[in-house]
């Protein structure tokens, strides 16, 4: 079956440290992937996604490549803010099938 | 405007009542969905509708009950609330089933407490 796993959380860093948050996936067929971010007590919204294998996503800073050799679609970003604490979640879509999210990865910044 | 717009955004309510979230999308999107948000933050699929039409169906109780009166309508029905149905629910929309590549747009979710 489809399933996304991310590193587990919290994630904690300081202001204008390097983010990485590790997503793999397994697939049936050629997925496209995604990254939401889920801000305390707000809905998701769509970070970055990449549809084919070596295509970079990336939004406000944050990048991600899709790695089809790897099965992977890593998010990272240069410098993180405190405003850039929140839930991170990886997902996944196969053909005409649901969207399948990772558990979400909890990122805390602090000055 | 706002694009997936829910409500109510927050409900409390006893065990064994009914209530209904109702969801509508401005973005012309022919598919529409329900996912529920657990306390660890999971999020997993509940229904999926295309024009209209119930496309998913994941294993749900039958007390849950979607009804979608037309494109841009997706409403949620819950029959006699356990507190187990306590979470996020995110109605989303996206152009054809997500799968080629198209956004998923969600709405900023209703939080359902039942006591």
């Known amino acids: 079956g489809n399933s996304v796993t991310q590193m587990e959380g919290p994630v904690t860093l300081s202001e204008e440290a390097f983010l990485t948050i590790n997503c793999t996936y397994t697939?049936?067929?050629?997925?496209?992937l995604f990254w939401y971010v889920q801000y305390p007590g707000e809905g998701l919204q769509l970070l970055l996604k990449?549809?084919?294998?070596?295509d970079k996503g990336s939004n406000k800073g944050f990048e991600a490549t899709y790695r089809k050799e790897t099965t992977s679609f890593h998010l990272e970003k240069g410098s993180v803010q405190v405003s850039d604490s929140a839930v991170y979640f990886c997902a996944l879509s196969v053909g005409f099938q649901k969207l399948v999210f990772g558990t979400g990865t909890r990122l805390l910044v602090s000055p | 405007d706002t694009a997936v717009s829910q409500t109510p955004k927050y409900l409390v309510t006893q065990m064994g009542n009914d209530k209904s979230i109702k969801c509508e999308q401005n973005?012309?999107?022919?598919?529409m969905y329900w996912y529920k948000q657990d306390s660890k933050k999971f999020l997993k699929i509940m229904f999926s509708y295309n024009n209209k039409e119930l496309i998913i169906n994941e294993t749900v109780p039958n007390r849950f009950s979607p009804k979608s009166p037309d494109k841009a309508h997706l409403n949620l029905h819950i029959n006699s609330l356990e507190l187990g149905d306590s979470a996020v629910y995110f109605c989303?929309?996206?152009?054809?089933?997500?799968?080629?590549?198209?956004?998923?747009?969600f709405g900023e979710g209703s939080w359902l407490t039942v006591v």
């Open positions: 973005l012309g999107h022919d598919t």
């Open positions: 697939a049936t067929g050629y997925p496209s």
């Open positions: 990449a549809t084919k294998a070596d």
């Open positions: 989303a929309s996206s152009q054809e089933s997500a799968g080629s590549g198209n956004t998923i747009y």
